[in-house]
Every structure is written in C-alpha cells, then in structure tokens.
C-alpha cells in the first residue's frame, strides 16, 4: 500500500491494545480508527512479514510489551487458519442447478438460476469468491462493490481491497447506506489520489481532494438505484461496526510465543557460535588469520597462556525446559483453534473414516458454518443488487421482470441451501443416497407427485422431462414384450 507507513505511524499515536483487540468490544473506538492501520498488521501476519516489513512502525507495541527486539515469525498459525476457511467456506464449483455446487440455489423462482449464473460469470465469481472468504479470514472485513458497467451492458459484482474503503455507514440492518472509496492511482499525468463518495442520492468522485469527471461520468450524478451498491461481510460478528479474524483472542498468545522461540534460538546460534573473551591482553596484541577451511586463527602476542583468561561469553539456559514452554504454548494456541485439528489429524491418523473426522471435527464445523452464514448472506445481497441493475438496464434476457422496485419489493428472494463442511466417503454417500431413496419410495406410496419428488431430490426441469421419456419408453417396451409373450402363449407359438 503507498501510504502504508503514514496510516500505521498515525495509528501508533495514543496506541492502544484496541489497535489488534477492542476493548469492550469490537465497537470500541480504538478499534474503528485503527481498522486500515490494523488490516496493514492482519495481512502481513498472513503472509508471515509481520516482524520483518512492520517492525520498525511497531517498535512501541514492542516497547509496551517488552518483546525481543529481534522478534521473527518462527510459529504463526494465521495463514493456516485463513486458508482453512477459504477451502471449507468457498471451496467447489458453483452450479445453478437445484441441490448442487459450492453455493446451492435455493429458490420457488426457478428464473432466478439463470440470472445468478449470468451474473456469476460476468463476476468470474468461481475465483472471486474465494478472495472473498481470504479477505474476510485474514482481516475481519470482505467488501463487495456491484458495478453497474452500462459500456458493456454488464453488472457484476467486484472484490475489493478492505483498505480502500475508508469509510462506510451502515444502517441498523447492517446494510450500507454510504461509502468512501480512497486509494493512490496513476496515469499518463503521473501519481494522485483517487476518491469516490457514494451515498442513497448520489456518486461523485475527486482527483487530489477535488471534484474530477472520469471519462464519460460526471464529477457528480445521481444515484438511480435507490441503495448503495456496496455490501460489507464480516468473518466473526462482534456486535461492532466492523467485523473480527477468527484467531484475534489467539494473536497476543502467537506474540509471546515468538518472542520466547526468537530468543531461543538466538540463544542456540550463540552456543554453535561462541563469542570469546581474552581478559589480560592488549588488543593491540591479537590478530585474526584464516587458516585451512577458513578456520579462524588468534595469535596473541606479548603474554604467556598464564596470563590469559579465555572466557565464553555465553549464559547457560536449559533448552530443553524452554522448549517444553514453547510447545506447550503451541499446544494451549491450537486448542483454542479446532480449525488446526483437521491437518493435525492427517498427519497423526491414517485412514480414519469420514465419520470419525467429522465427529473429532464438530468444533471446527460449528464455526465454519457460522461463517459460512456470514458470507452466503453478502453475496446473496449483492447478487439481488447485480440482477435488480441488471433488469433496471436491460442488460439480458435472463432479467426479464427484474427491476429496481422487484429488488425493493423482495421479489428476488433465494437462499444459499447447506452443505457439508466435510466431503462424504464412498460408504457414507452410498448410505445417505439409500435413504433419500427410501423417502422417495414413502412419499411417493403417500400420494406425492412424482415430478415435485424429483425436484426435491435436485432434478431440473430438464431431467425430469428426459426421464419421464425414459420412463414411458420403458413402459411401452414392457408392454410389447407382455403382448407378445401372451400371444405366444395363446397360440403355442414361439416369440
């Protein structure tokens, strides 16, 4: 980010634990006016530079803390984490067919389906949606921005970058009601500040703090839509305005770990590479030479070996209890953390069955699927924004009798069906498609219609139509083998 060491220099001012954890909640002002600053921490912890690019901006927070100056990110289960929820949260195809895919459709407006899949593909949501879930993971907040791209007669939904976003109000639902987009851009006039305001009557946009027309756009027009085509997601909702990482109780623990297992291993460096002391020696009188395989070599001249204290400079600690803490503190940090136990199993446990993982994994289900609830519903409310603009510009005919007062009048309404955290095995699946079978079988002996038992087992339209062909095939095929058979039988004949 350019202006990475101003925001976090400026957030080091009044510093406060708020800065990475709220005190008293999420809500808490420290916390709100550090979000950018904070998410500039988050995502290098993720990419393990936390210690490295940031240190010189967090030498107060180290100074407060008392940590090792030298500090490294030797244990750091972040990007761990992250990725766990990127695999379990958005993880899969995407289909609109009813039952199937990584976000199944739930919908009683069957053309809904087509204009989620257009809108979809305009998005390249099979990739987006997983810089989403990373987003959110890694620093609390995904922001997604529906672009109305009247050009190319597309609205989709793009990704932001969480540290743009400089402001956002929300109203009592959560929804956004006005945003502020802010970030350094350049073109062929050179470097400047790129801002962009958008509330429920209008969008306007600045170059260097002032009002500027991009392109064909006015500096300032009305918003037509009646909403603001921006959805904020949190990961972990703590009744705050912005959202928390699912390892922000555990970061403080990851600090004082790394703080422990960086002196410890200075500590080992010494001890494999000792400094000396010559005590009694002038040091005009020592002199360094490299001998055979660069072996250092001190000559002392001018004293006898009597009158020469060699002494190792070296503090003799028990390594060996010292790292006994150090795993223990491992140890309490992933029990906080069942996200980890997925991989620790694998790597403990071999060929243990899909319900055996799944029952060891039921803490670490639990809080995916109340992630996952977090983000089915930010998308869910950008995709009624994408068709509801969509239908409003007549960008396809997919949104037929879809426009903004549709949107307004809820007439958009679906819902990301469940699915399993955890893929099924071969005997699981073999067992679960058994039994839907036999539901089938009692609903349909209860008088059920066929075709709607068929669409709740999954079946488009499509397929019920192909095997009901198949069906009346088969029966006409019985019936000619039936009346050929009893002709045979009447006349003594053969086939």
């Not at 808490?28 to 490295?52: I, P, Q």
């Not at 993880?91 to 976000?103: C, D, E, H, I, K």
Request: charged content about 25%; proline content about 4%; glycine content about 10%.
């Amino acid at each position: 980010m350019a202006t990475i060491w101003g925001r976090v220099v400026s957030g080091l001012q009044g510093f406060k634990q708020g800065f990475l954890q709220p005190e008293g909640g999420a809500g808490s002002s420290a916390f709100g006016e550090s979000r950018l600053t904070r998410y500039d921490l988050l995502w290098a912890l993720y990419g393990n530079a936390a210690y490295t690019d940031l240190i010189r901006v967090l030498q107060r927070y180290q100074t407060d803390r008392r940590f090792y100056r030298y500090i490294r990110g030797i244990y750091n289960p972040a990007r761990r984490i992250v990725e766990f929820y990127v695999q379990h949260v958005a993880g899969g195809v995407l289909s609109t067919r009813p039952g199937q895919g990584a976000l199944p459709i739930e919908t009683e407006i069957e053309p809904l389906r087509a204009a989620i899949g257009q809108v979809w593909q305009w998005s390249n949501w099979q990739g987006k949606k997983s810089v989403m879930v990373r987003h959110g993971a890694a620093l609390g907040d995904s922001f997604l921005k529906v672009v109305d791209d009247t050009a190319r007669q597309k609205a989709f939904v793009q990704v932001l970058w969480p540290g743009i976003v400089s402001a956002a109000e929300h109203d009592d639902y959560g929804n956004v009601v006005a945003y502020t987009i802010e970030y350094t851009a350049t073109d062929d006039r050179g470097s400047y500040r790129y801002k962009e305001t958008c509330d429920k009557t209008k969008f306007a946009t600045f170059r260097d703090g002032q009002p500027f027309a991009y392109g064909d756009a006015p500096a300032t027009w009305a918003n037509p839509y009646g909403f603001v085509p921006m959805v904020h997601a949190m990961h972990l909702d703590l009744g705050g305005e912005w959202g928390a990482v699912p390892h922000h109780a555990t970061m403080d623990k990851v600090h004082e770990l790394n703080d422990q297992a960086s002196l410890l291993n200075d500590q080992v460096r010494k001890a494999v590479n000792v400094p000396w002391a010559f005590i009694g020696v002038d040091p005009g009188n020592i002199t360094l030479t490299s001998g055979q395989d660069d072996v250092p070599i001190l000559a002392i001249k001018g004293a006898s070996k009597n009158e020469v204290e060699l002494k190792a400079l070296l503090y003799e600690i028990d390594i060996e209890h010292a790292l006994a803490n150090i795993q223990a503190q491992i140890e309490e940090i992933e029990r906080d953390h069942p996200e980890l136990t997925i991989r620790k199993l694998r790597e403990q446990v071999r060929d243990v069955t899909g319900r055996a993982v799944r029952l060891i994994f039921d803490d670490a289900e639990r809080l995916v699927v109340e992630a996952r609830a977090n983000y089915d519903d930010g998308q869910r409310r950008a995709l009624q924004m994408a068709m509801s603009i969509a239908g409003f510009r007549g960008y396809g005919p997919e949104f037929e009798g879809m426009d903004l007062g549709t949107y307004a009048a809820g007439g958009l309404d679906f819902t990301f069906g469940e699915r399993p955290v955890l893929p099924e095995d071969d005997a699981e699946k073999t067992q679960a498609d058994l039994q839907r079978a036999q539901a089938a079988q009692a609903k349909m002996a209860a008088g059920v219609p066929r075709r709607q038992i068929w669409r709740e087992m999954g079946y488009t339209d499509e397929d019920i139509a192909r095997m009901e062909g198949e069906a009346a095939e088969q029966a006409a095929s019985e019936d000619n083998i039936g009346a050929r058979l009893l002709r045979a039988f009447e006349t003594g004949g053969a086939l």
